[in-house]
């Protein structure tokens, strides 16, 4: 078999690049290790820049966001039992930002794929990628009982943070950072109403609190817990309880709960491996980089570099220049580690750490103090929320 471009994994990064690809007429094939009801079984944030909600457009699976979808202009901050709004769009010239289910992202874009008639494997076992460091690589893989070989020009590693294209590169070429979060988030999905029409992040003495949503009937909730936890330990009563406890007294008040439709625990974590690209085999998304969901960069992370491979890859194929291909690892990172300086900040600015005690409680406080009372220091808050731009550091 042959395809111009494989493209292992097909989460959102996989599925976009492959979008933009073919549809300028480039020959995709998409390996997934799922089936694609278990990727769509996933419940991840729902937050989208204005440059994801642009490269959506482009890729042509807008329409329904812009149906469903919400946009925001506004987040909360809650401390000391008072909330306290951040402008996004007065602060940021008008930006805002959309509030769509990464899910219901994945979804669109997979329709959009069998619609055009390009292909995906689901349930492809045991997916090998070979010779990317030379001119001309190949994928093998093992479907329904067959072995298959691919060959290729270029090989896109989308296959998130526990791939095989990451582990496929020598320990020696690579060079990983990574920082673990001493806690997790418990997350809630429930048919009820959002209780603001914003997203409010709480710090409490309990320690953090989110409450999000997916419309004006599904809300998303998480509180901060113990890696320790155990899911079941937590009944809908029991979260409901501390959720309430992390809110100011009107949020907590008009709080309505309901059953959860889905519940779990998630650890925070922040990784970049460095390099992007190894030879004709590229990391997108999740595979290279991961931020704590504190600000939700995770997909829009995911959706710049796809813009820059998207745009690498078309001037190859269309001008024969290899300039994007060659600048592509270091476009990219250039904005990656800006989105994980903000998440760190943001994870450490919400969160009760264990090991800070009043002294860290205090810092906190005052910074969002300082935060919500200063223009400049809400200004640099609501510009890295609502996305910097994806050309900012060239
Ligand atoms: N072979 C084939 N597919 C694989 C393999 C493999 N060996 N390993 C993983 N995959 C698939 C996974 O099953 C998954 O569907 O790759 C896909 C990777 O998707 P994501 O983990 O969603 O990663 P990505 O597309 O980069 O999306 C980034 O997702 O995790 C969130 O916060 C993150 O929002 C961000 C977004
Ligand atoms: C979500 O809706 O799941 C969500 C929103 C904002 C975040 C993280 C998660 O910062």
Redesign the pocket.
């Given at each position: 078999m042959q395809a111009q471009v494989v493209i292992i994994g097909s989460g959102p990064s996989g599925l976009l690049l492959g979008q933009l690809l073919s549809q300028a007429g480039i020959d995709t094939l998409i390996l997934e290790r799922k089936s694609r009801d278990y990727v769509l079984g996933r419940?991840?944030?729902?937050?989208l820049e204005q440059g994801t909600v642009s490269l959506l457009e482009a890729a042509g699976v807008a329409d329904r966001m812009h149906a469903e979808g919400e946009f925001h202009d506004g987040i909360e901050l809650c401390f000391d039992g008072t909330r306290h709004r951040i402008d996004l769009s007065g602060l940021t010239g008008g930006k805002r930002v959309m509030?769509y289910?990464?899910t219901e992202v994945t979804r669109d874009l997979m329709d959009a794929r069998s619609a055009a008639g390009f292909k995906t494997v689901y349930e492809a076992e045991d997916v090998q990628i070979h010779d990317f460091d030379s001119a001309r690589p190949r994928v093998t893989y093992r479907h329904q009982g067959q072995n298959v070989e691919v060959h290729c020009d270029f090989i896109a590693g989308c296959d998130g943070y526990h791939g095989v294209c990451r582990a496929s590169v020598p320990e020696s070429a690579l060079t990983t950072y990574e920082r673990v979060y001493p806690f997790g988030w418990l997350?809630v999905l429930s048919h009820t109403p959002p209780v603001s029409d914003e997203?409010i992040?709480s710090n409490h003495a309990d320690g953090f609190a989110?409450c999000?949503?997916?419309s004006r009937t599904l809300s998303?909730y998480?509180i901060q817990c113990s890696l320790d936890d155990d899911v079941a330990a937590w009944s809908d009563e029991r979260f409901w309880d501390a959720l309430r406890q992390r809110l100011d007294p009107e949020a907590a008040e008009t709080l309505v709960t309901g059953p959860s439709i889905e519940k779990s625990i998630a650890p925070l974590r922040s990784f970049v491996a460095e390099p992007m690209r190894f030879g004709r085999l590229f990391l997108a998304g999740d595979a290279a980089h991961i931020v704590p969901?504190?600000?939700?960069?995770g997909l829009n992370l995911a959706a710049s570099d796809v813009q820059y491979l998207s745009e690498a890859l078309l001037r190859y194929y269309g001008e024969k220049d290899e300039a994007g291909i060659n600048t592509y690892s270091e476009r990219c990172l250039k904005r990656i580690w800006k989105a994980e300086r903000f998440s760190w900040w943001?994870t450490s600015l919400l969160h009760k750490f264990p090991d800070t005690g009043p002294f860290g409680q205090k810092i906190q406080q005052a910074e969002l103090d300082y935060l919500v009372r200063s223009t400049a220091a809400s200004t640099a808050l609501a510009e890295n929320y609502v996305g910097l731009p994806f050309d900012f550091s060239d």
């Open positions: 419940i991840r944030a729902g937050v509030v289910g990464q997350g997203l992040y989110l999000s949503m997916r998303r998480y969901p504190t600000g939700a960069k943001m």
